[in-house]
């Protein structure tokens, strides 16, 4: 569904974490675009900025600036480039996470240390560095979100060291808000159900996943990057003006159902016929 309003008009803000043009942070990305958002974006490297450059001139965006999350000299030159462009952000989305993607899978317990260390210093602590930052630009006050995932309340099959990331970083939304909200700063994270994306890819069995979500959510579909672009749409404009320190589930309804769907098939059935047997592939 293609919305065009002028709801952000006059608003912008940054969004980190475009890996390409299926990523869930560009589906955020083009629906604030199209409700009159004017957007930024961070890459992390020469070949994601390749991947980034064009699509951001469909949404008429020229500011991109580079930025590893996990070296703090890094985000300050980020920052100090995206405050001569605007002195003042109305909105910052967050979309990074990290792991070793051999250690998605198995048991969570031959999780590294050096991994578990990485895993939530990228996916977790980044967002609180950049939160301290985005706050003294955001004078008018503002929003800011991050992704989520089901994973970090329940267990979810190879996401190991991810769900302790996610966990530690709703929690973060939790007391970023508490610090924030006297600035009328409001944070919030979006928990988005599992969507087919290049981070994704990292995760064994992820078709698995995928299929047992459209057979037993709710709505009996997947999540679109488009369906999490529109919570975003709501937690960035005034219309949520009175949301912080939320988890928003943007799920299909699976975070609430308690077993298998009566009428859903086996999905194991399903994903071998569709996939060769190979469960592991995406």
């Excluded at 994973?151 to 996610?166: L, Q, T």
């Excluded at 078709?207 to 937690?235: C, M």
């Amino acid at each position: 569904m293609n919305i065009v309003s002028n709801l952000l008009q006059g608003k912008h803000g940054i969004v980190m974490g475009v890996a390409n043009e299926r990523s869930i942070a560009w589906g955020i990305a083009k629906t604030l675009s199209s409700h009159g958002a004017g957007i930024a974006f961070s890459y992390q490297s020469e070949a994601l900025f390749r991947r980034l450059k064009p699509l951001a001139e469909t949404i008429g965006s020229s500011i991109l600036i580079e930025c590893d999350v996990a070296s703090e000299d890094s985000i300050d030159a980020f920052f100090k480039q995206l405050t001569a462009k605007w002195s003042t952000v109305d909105f910052f989305v967050h979309a990074i996470a990290h792991s070793d993607k051999d250690q998605l899978k198995g048991n969570y317990y031959d999780t590294t240390k050096d991994n578990f260390l990485k895993s939530l210093d990228i996916s977790c602590y980044s967002f609180t560095s950049l939160c301290r930052r985005m706050q003294s630009v955001m004078s008018n006050g503002g929003s800011m979100v991050t992704l989520s995932y089901l994973g970090s309340e329940r267990v979810m099959p190879n996401y190991n060291v991810m769900g302790i990331a996610k966990a530690a970083l709703e929690s973060s939304v939790r007391y970023m808000a508490m610090d924030l909200g006297p600035r009328n700063i409001r944070v919030n994270a979006i928990s988005a159900g599992p969507i087919r994306t290049l981070a994704s890819a990292g995760i064994n069995d992820f078709r698995y996943i995928l299929k047992w979500n459209q057979h037993n959510s709710p709505l009996r579909r997947n999540t679109t990057p488009e369906d999490v672009g529109g919570a975003a749409v709501f937690l960035v404009s005034d219309l949520g003006a009175g949301v912080t320190g939320d988890v928003i589930y943007v799920d299909s309804g699976y975070h609430s159902i308690g077993m298998k769907a009566i009428d859903a098939p086996d999905i194991s059935t399903v994903v071998t016929s569709s996939s060769g047997g190979d469960l592991s592939s995406v």
